[in-house]
């Protein structure tokens, strides 16, 4: 009895294997990628982004404004599409705020502003420093914009 289920036991994975074998043998395409293009910040006609201040003292908000002095909406693709970056280190953003991914439309001569509580994206105090913060906008069309304001944080 135990040789006819090691012999089944055999027979199945020998199965298994051929068939696996038969259903991998597909051809993989590679499609070459072009190199990331680091985004730059661009203008967008009568679109204002700025830091209240240039420079805040240690536990202020730091507040930052949007104006849409333009005759055209201006499309935001959240509540809060902004990210915080060390101008040293502006690889990785040291904060970037959660928020209800849902375009949020500011109309001409409208105004909208954020605030940030200097904290990183562990709850932890940021160190004294120079700072930027960028925003992602969008036009009607479609095209991305990405704005951007510098602030430092002093004692």
């Keep these: 009895m135990m040789r006819i289920l090691l012999l089944l036991a ?5 199965f298994s294997f051929a068939m696996s074998e038969k259903q991998n043998k597909e051809v993989i395409k590679v499609i070459e990628t072009k190199p990331q293009v680091k985004q730059e910040e661009e203008k967008i006609e009568s679109v204002k982004f700025y830091s209240e201040k240039p420079s805040y003292k240690k536990g202020e908000n730091v507040c930052f404004v949007l104006e849409n002095n333009s005759n055209n909406e201006i499309l935001l693709p959240s509540t809060a599409p902004y990210a915080i970056f060390e101008k040293e280190k502006p690889e990785v953003a040291i904060f970037s705020p959660v928020s209800a991914q849902v ?8 105004k909208k502003q954020w605030c940030w ?3 990183d994206i562990e709850g932890k105090e940021v160190p004294s420093g120079d ?3 960028r925003l992602t906008i969008f036009d009607k069309s479609g095209k991305k914009y990405f704005l951007k304001s510098e602030f430092s944080i002093k004692l």
């Design 10 to 14: 055999v027979i199945t994975l020998n």
């Design 117 to 119: 509580n200097q904290k």
């Design 131 to 133: 700072y930027f913060v």
């Design 103 to 110: 375009i949020t439309v500011i109309k001409p001569k409208e």
